[in-house]
C-alpha cells in the first residue's frame, strides 16, 4: 500500500519525476541490453529478465513510453515500480530514489504528519538509549548469567554483536538511567520501556532480568525489545513491548530490514517462530529470516512478506503447536492469494525448531528441510485427513464438505480451479488406497461398439479417437466442434487483442487435444494483450511457428468468422461469449455424463430412470446450443433427444441392470 505522503504530492510531481529520468538508464544499471534486438535511437531496447532467470533476451523496455514488459514472466511497470521491485523498498522509497537522482526535491509532510513524525523520531531516540545501556550491561558483571546462557546456546560474539543482544538488570536501573539524561518518565512510558501500574504506583522498569533483542522497523529505525527471561519461573518467559505510536505487534517482523536485503539478493525468504530461531538461521548462511512478534501472523504481516518474497517458506515448530499454528494461518492466506503469490511450509522434523534443529544436525540438513517445503495445498490436505478414517459414505461427505469450505475462501477463480483440482486427484489416489487395501475389484463392462471397456471409464468417453488428435479435419467426429470452435477462439483473439484480458480466465480453462492449440493458448497467457494484432501474431509465429500460425487462419471456419474478418471489440466479445459457452455446454453435458457413470451401478430403478433423464436433457441442451454440429438423434419416450450411441449405451445398462436383478431373483 503507498504510504500516505502520496496524498500531499504537487499535482504532477510524479509526471515530472518520470519526465526527467529516462526509464532505459533507470533499468541499464541492473541488466546487460541484448545489441542485437535493441535499437537505442527509438528507445527500443531488449534484455533478459532481471526478475527471472533466462538466457534470451524477452525483456522489453520502450523509453517513449517509460513502460517495461517481459514475455516471460510478465513483468510489467514503470521507472517507480522497477526500482521497487529491484530494490525491494516501498512506493515512497523508491519515489525518494529516483527524486534524488532526478535533483527534485521531495514534498514536505503536512503539519500534522511531521508532528507525528517528529514524536515518533524523539520516542525511538529513548529506544536506543535503553539499548545502549542494555548492551553494556550485558557485559558487566551484572550480566554474567546471561553472558553463560547466550554461551552454552552456542550464540557467538559476532552474532551478539550483529544482533545487537543486551540484558536488562532487575530493579529500576534503566529508568534512573534515563532520568539522569533529562527523560521524563511519561515520555520512558511512552516509549515502552518504562511502565506505570493501574493503581497509580511509581514506574518501573518494563524489562528486568531479561536478555533484550531489539527490534527494529524496515528502515532500521528501533521501535521496540522483545525480552527472554532468566528466571525460569518468571510469568512469560518471553516479553514484547507495549504498543505505543511507533509499535504495532501486528505490523512488525523481527529482522525486517535485513531480511528484506538479503530477499533482494535472490534468497528465499524463510518465517520463524522466535528470536532465537532467526537470529539461529542467520548465523547458519540462511539471512532472509523474519519472525511475528509473540502473536499469531496478521494478514498485515502477510502482506509485508509478500513484498519481500512471493513465496516464503514458513518454518514453524514441528510440534503439535507449530501445525495448529500452519492450520491456522492456512484460513488467512487462502483469501488473500493472487496468483503467482503464496506460501510453502517447512514442518520441523521430530518437533524440532529451526534453532535446534541447526544445532543438532547442523546447516545444511536446515537447508534440505527448507528446499523441500511443501506447497499450501498439501498442508491443507494433511489438515484435513490426517488421523481420519474415510471408511463410510458420509465421512467421505464430510471431507469433500470441509474441502470445498477451505478453498470457498480462494477469491481468484484461476486459483481456486488449480486447487480444486488437486484436492481431486489426492481425494482419488487416497479412495482408490482404500478400495485396493479392502481387496475390491473394479467392474470391467462388456465390449462395446464404443470401445473396449465401453462405458466403464470416464476418460475413455470423453476422448476423442486418434485422428482428432493428429487432425483438425474430421467430418463427422463429434470432437470436431470443439477444435473448431477453438479455433475460432484462438483466431478472434489474435485479431482482437485487446480481448484477452477479459477472457483470461476462460482461456486458462481450455485443455485442447490438439497440441498446435495448446501451444498458442500457452503463449496468448504469457505474451498478454499489450500489442496490436500484427505485433502479438508475429511475437506468437516467433515462439510456436509460422506454420501453426498459418494453419489456424487457413481453416474454413475460421476464415468466414465475421470477428476475423472484421476485427471489431462488440463482435468479438459477442463471439467469444457464445464460442466459450458453448464449448462449457458441452463440457458440462460430459461431466454429467460421466458422474452418471460412476454411481449408475447403486442406483435403484427410479433413481437410475432420473438420472438417465437428467443425462439425457443435459446432453439435449448442450447440442441445442450447437445446432450446426448436430448428429442424428433419436427421440426418448419423454420426449428428449439423445444420440443413436447414447441410446445404445444406456439401453446396455438397463439391460445389464436388468440381468442382475433377475439373477438375484
Not at 380 to 405: C, I, N, Q, V, Y
Not at 459 to 466: I, T, V
Not at 652 to 661: E, M, W
Amino acid at each position: 500500500m503507498k504510504d500516505n505522503l502520496i496524498m500531499s504530492m504537487p499535482n504532477g510531481f510524479l509526471d515530472e519525476l518520470r519526465n526527467r529520468l529516462s526509464i532505459v538508464d533507470v533499468i541499464g544499471r541492473k541488466v546487460m541490453w541484448d545489441n542485437k534486438k535493441s535499437n537505442p535511437g527509438k528507445g527500443d531496447m531488449w534484455a533478459p529478465c532481471p526478475f527471472h532467470h533466462e538466457k534470451t533476451a524477452s525483456f522489453h523496455v520502450e523509453d517513449t513510453k517509460g513502460f517495461y514488459y517481459c514475455f516471460g514472466c510478465q513483468a510489467k511497470g514503470d521507472a517507480i515500480k522497477f526500482v521497487r521491485e529491484t530494490e525491494n523498498v516501498s512506493f515512497m522509497e523508491a519515489v525518494g530514489i529516483l527524486a534524488q537522482e532526478a535533483g527534485m526535491q521531495m514534498p514536505e509532510r503536512d503539519p500534522q504528519a511531521q508532528e507525528k513524525l517528529d514524536k515518533g523520531r524523539e520516542l525511538s531516540d529513548i529506544l536506543e538509549v535503553a539499548n545502549r545501556f542494555f548492551r553494556l550491561s550485558l557485559k558487566q558483571q551484572i550480566g554474567y548469567n546471561a553472558q553463560e546462557y547466550l554461551k552454552k546456546r552456542g550464540m557467538s560474539q559476532e552474532t551478539q554483536d550483529q544482533f545487537e543482544i543486551g540484558f536488562a538488570p532487575a530493579g529500576n536501573v534503566l529508568l534512573k538511567v534515563l532520568q539522569d539524561q533529562g527523560i521524563s518518565v511519561d515520555l520512558a512510558i511512552e516509549s515502552g520501556v518504562v511502565a506505570r501500574p493501574d493503581d497509580g504506583r511509581n514506574a518501573y522498569d518494563f524489562y528486568r532480568d531479561r536478555i533484550t533483542f531489539p527490534i527494529r522497523d524496515v528502515r532500521g529505525r528501533l521501535v521496540s525489545f522483545g525480552g527472554r527471561a532468566m528466571d525460569q519461573n518468571a510469568r512469560a518467559k518471553y516479553l514484547n513491548g507495549p504498543e505505543r505510536l511507533i509499535f504495532d505487534k501486528g505490523r512488525a517482523l523481527y529482522n525486517h530490514g535485513p531480511a528484506r536485503s538479503a530477499c533482494g539478493r535472490g534468497s528465499p525468504l524463510i518465517v520463524a517462530e522466535g528470536y532465537m530461531d532467526v537470529i539461529a538461521l542467520s548465523a547458519a548462511g540462511l539471512e532472509a529470516c523474519v519472525a511475528p512478534l509473540g502473536t499469531a501472523i496478521t494478514d498485515r504481516q502477510l502482506q509485508m512478506m509478500w513484498r519481500m518474497s512471493p513465496e516464503p517458506v514458513i518454518a514453524l515448530d514441528g510440534d503439535k503447536a507449530g501445525l495448529r499454528a500452519a492450520y491456522r494461518l492456512i484460513d488467512l492466506a487462502m483469501p488473500m492469494l493472487e496468483a503467482g503469490v503464496g506460501l510453502r511450509f517447512a514442518i520441523m522434523p521430530d518437533g524440532l525448531d529451526p534453532d535446534d534443529l541447526i544445532k543438532q544436525r547442523g546447516p545444511q540438513v536446515m537447508r534440505d528441510v527448507i528446499d523441500n517445503a511443501l506447497p499450501m495445498v498439501s498442508l491443507l490436505w494433511r489438515r484435513e485427513t490426517e488421523g481420519k478414517d474415510f471408511d463410510s459414505p458420509e465421512r467421505r461427505a464430510a471431507l469433500d464438505k470441509s474441502l470445498r469450505g477451505a478453498i470457498g475462501a480462494i477469491q481468484d477463480l484461476s486459483i481456486k480451479r488449480h486447487y480444486g483440482d488437486i484436492l481431486k486427484d489426492m481425494r482419488f489416489e487416497l479412495f482408490r488406497g482404500k478400495k485396493q487395501s479392502q481387496g475390491a475389484k473394479s467392474f470391467k463392462p462388456a465390449a462395446n461398439s464404443r470401445g473396449k471397456s465401453g462405458y466403464g471409464s470416464r476418460k475413455q468417453l470423453a476422448l476423442p479417437s486418434e485422428s482428432v488428435k493428429t487432425s483438425m479435419l474430421v467430418s463427422d467426429d463429434p470432437a470436431q466442434a470443439e477444435v473448431m470452435r477453438e479455433a475460432v477462439i484462438l483466431a478472434t483473439l489474435l485479431k482482437n487483442p485487446e480481448q484477452i484480458e477479459e477472457f483470461i480466465i476462460q482461456l486458462e480453462s481450455l485443455h485442447s487435444i490438439y497440441e498446435e492449440h495448446r501451444n498458442i493458448i500457452r503463449m496468448l497467457l504469457i505474451i498478454g494483450g499489450d500489442h496490436t494484432s500484427e505485433q502479438l501474431i508475429e511475437l506468437l509465429a516467433q515462439e510456436v511457428g509460422i506454420q501453426a500460425v498459418n494453419k489456424l487462419f487457413s481453416h474454413p471456419t475460421v476464415k468466414i468468422a465475421p470477428s476475423v474478418r472484421k476485427p471489431d471489440p462488440e463482435l468479438a466479445q459477442r463471439c467469444l461469449n457464445e464460442e466459450f459457452a458453448k464449448l462449457k455446454a458441452k463440457s458440462g453435458h460430459g461431466v454429467a455424463i460421466s458422474e452418471e457413470m460412476d454411481i449408475l451401478f447403486d442406483a435403484d430403478d427410479e433413481k437410475l430412470t432420473w438420472r438417465l433423464r437428467q443425462a439425457a436433457e443435459a446432453r439435449n441442451k448442450a447440442i441445442k446450443a450447437e445446432a450446426e454440429d448436430r448428429t442424428e438423434f433419436d427421440v426418448a419416450e419423454n420426449g428428449v433427444e439423445i444420440s443413436r450411441d447414447e441410446r445404445e449405451v444406456f439401453q446396455n445398462l438397463l439391460n445389464s441392470l436388468g440381468a442382475g436383478r433377475q439373477n438375484k431373483k
